[in-house]
């Protein structure tokens, strides 16, 4: 077994070398080191940063897929606002939304919590677009992230959107950073990155 700090040929179980001291890791060590979550990071050479035309490219991709989902739920927001308006009367109708389409709302940031966060914090490490550009999300280690990490980034993302100047500039952002990063990145800490 050679060792990783000097390059000294050592027996096959020993712990350290016996030329530097320096630890030595077993057939054991490298196969749980391979297999451990925690530890399925990219390597700091590894990193690439993705640019910003990248990141558009998936976020339209991910636009694309979950307005196919939506569309149906759209549809039927728009059903029933036609079904509530009174054609004979219109200075009576009704401008609130309905029940319905509270509900419809509520469903539409549930699925998007959920189809961000469970895809970024998964071993795709991003969503369907970002998986198809060859894209990933991790942390400033190169980590993949946890659930919890991914649910605070989807959190800021959508206020971003929300607040609309904000929203812009912060996804702007990703194009003049040193890392790429746009504004929820920086908050909560990762990076969307490429493999080389």
């Known amino acids: 077994m050679y060792c990783p700090t000097c390059g000294a ?3 096959e179980l020993s712990k350290f070398c016996t030329a530097c001291g320096g630890a ?11 297999s451990s979550p925690s530890t399925t990071a990219l390597g700091k050479s590894d990193l690439v940063y993705a640019g910003f035309w990248l990141r558009a490219g998936a976020l339209l991709i991910d636009t694309v897929a979950t307005s196919i989902i ?31 389409q ?13 189809y961000y966060s469970i895809s970024e ?30 649910t605070a980034r989807y959190c800021l993302k959508t206020t971003e ?20 990063q746009a504004l929820h990145d920086m908050v909560a800490g990762t990076l969307v990155v490429k493999r080389k």
Not at 24 to 34: F, G, P, R, V
Not at 161 to 180: D, H, I, P, Q, R
């Open 9 to 11: 040929n050592n027996a």
């Open 24 to 34: 030595l890791l077993t057939m054991n060590d490298t196969a749980a080191t391979a």
């Open 70 to 100: 939506f569309s149906p739920l759209s549809i039927l927001s728009v059903w029933d606002t036609f079904s509530r308006f009174d054609w004979d009367h219109p200075e009576t109708a009704d401008p609130g939304f309905s029940g319905l």
């Open 102 to 114: 509270i509900g419809l709302v509520f469903l539409g940031l549930l699925f998007g919590w959920l």
């Open 121 to 150: 914090s998964s071993t795709w490490q991003g969503t369907l677009g970002k998986k198809l550009l060859g894209l990933q999300v991790v942390d400033l280690n190169g980590h993949r992230i946890r659930f919890g990490r991914a």
């Open 161 to 180: 959107s929300f607040l609309c100047c904000l929203g812009l500039a912060g996804y702007v952002m990703a194009a003049f950073t040193e890392k790429n």
